[in-house]
């Protein structure tokens, strides 16, 4: 696994001179009430996108997030759970931790509600985590492990489900990407490490999280990230890269396989006062319900004239038939 080496070294540079381009975020970082973030923790944000939801965060939750960056991810947990130990960052790199720790002495300074003790910053691995079994409300990892292979991506995930408590949440964005990359690109460890080689395809990436056993998916958001062109890349074609937000839920497995929230919706348009498929979804005349994927073919598999099924929008907000 000497590709995790040059991971290592690179983010070991970046906690020692931040670099703003090291990843491009495509989501607003979040500006809360009372909420200020120090200018180089906004320098030091090495994600792709925001695992910070406000409805995951109710009821003091005790959060887990992998790979700590600057901390700014972690300071916005806190936010939401101001308790001492109420969030927990992991890193590998030393150097990271401690410039997270510096960053928190200046958040400190800046937020009068703030107190460094809300976080537990820790030195461990994302495939063998140093966390209790059941003790997690919400974990999280932001454009980390599209940088693991195959068999320490299943194994990352299966440590998340570990720590999670029933019905906890694995909050993830990461880079995915539809087209065929090369072997040239795949094997490159540097541009694995700058999450670019690393994605996967989206259905991919779920099957991975299903495989694990999470039985509830809710694809976020889906968002243009990166190309990657023939000019600078060993690459024959441009290859186009997304970034994607992913909510994976420690829910039983369903009989019937998982329900897995891609932006699908189902209207009913019909002259009754409502559509009953007689296995938990009920549809009011053109009030749009979001449904799983599971549920939208089931209902297109009726073959009614009175029932639409939108295509997947990949952006999902709660609610819905599950």
């Not at 998982?258 to 409502?274: M, Q, R, S, V």
Request: net charge negative; charged share 20%; aromatic share 8%.
């Amino acid at each position: 696994m000497s590709y995790l080496n040059t991971t290592h070294d690179v983010y070991k540079a970046a906690a020692l001179q931040p670099n703003v381009g090291l990843c491009c975020t495509t989501t607003p970082v979040w500006q809360l009430p009372n909420l200020s973030i120090p200018s180089k923790m906004l320098e030091m944000n090495y994600g792709c996108g925001s695992t910070v939801h406000p409805r995951d965060l109710v009821n003091n939750p005790k959060i887990l997030y992998v790979g700590v960056g600057g901390g700014m991810e972690l300071l916005q947990f806190a936010y939401f759970s101001r308790q001492k130990g109420g969030v927990t960052g992991i890193d590998v790199v030393p150097e990271m931790l401690e410039a997270a720790r510096e960053n928190f002495t200046t958040a400190a300074t800046e937020n009068d509600w703030f107190d460094s003790s809300f976080v537990d910053l820790k030195q461990g691995d994302a495939l063998n985590l140093p966390v209790a079994d059941n003790s997690i409300d919400v974990a999280a990892q932001n454009c980390l492990f599209n940088i693991f292979k195959a068999e320490e991506l299943e194994q990352a995930l299966q440590e998340m489900y570990r720590v999670l408590k029933p019905h906890g949440r694995l909050v993830m964005s990461d880079p995915i990407c539809e087209q065929p990359m090369n072997t040239t690109l795949r094997n490159d460890e540097r541009l694995r490490a700058l999450c670019l080689s690393g994605a996967l395809p989206l259905q991919e990436y779920l099957n991975m999280l299903v495989k694990v056993g999470f039985g509830t998916l809710e694809v976020r958001a889906k968002r243009p990230y990166r190309i990657l062109d023939t000019k600078n890349y060993p690459t024959a074609t441009n290859i186009y890269i997304e970034s994607v937000e992913v909510c994976a839920i420690k829910d039983p497995m369903p009989k019937d396989g998982p329900c897995i929230f891609t932006g699908k919706t189902a209207i009913y348009f019909g002259e009754e006062l409502h559509f009953d498929d007689h296995n938990g979804h009920v549809l009011l005349p053109n009030q749009p319900l979001a449904v799983c994927d599971k549920t939208a073919n089931n209902l297109k598999n009726l073959n009614r004239n009175d029932i639409f099924i939108s295509p997947a929008t990949y952006h999902y907000d709660g609610g819905g038939c599950c």
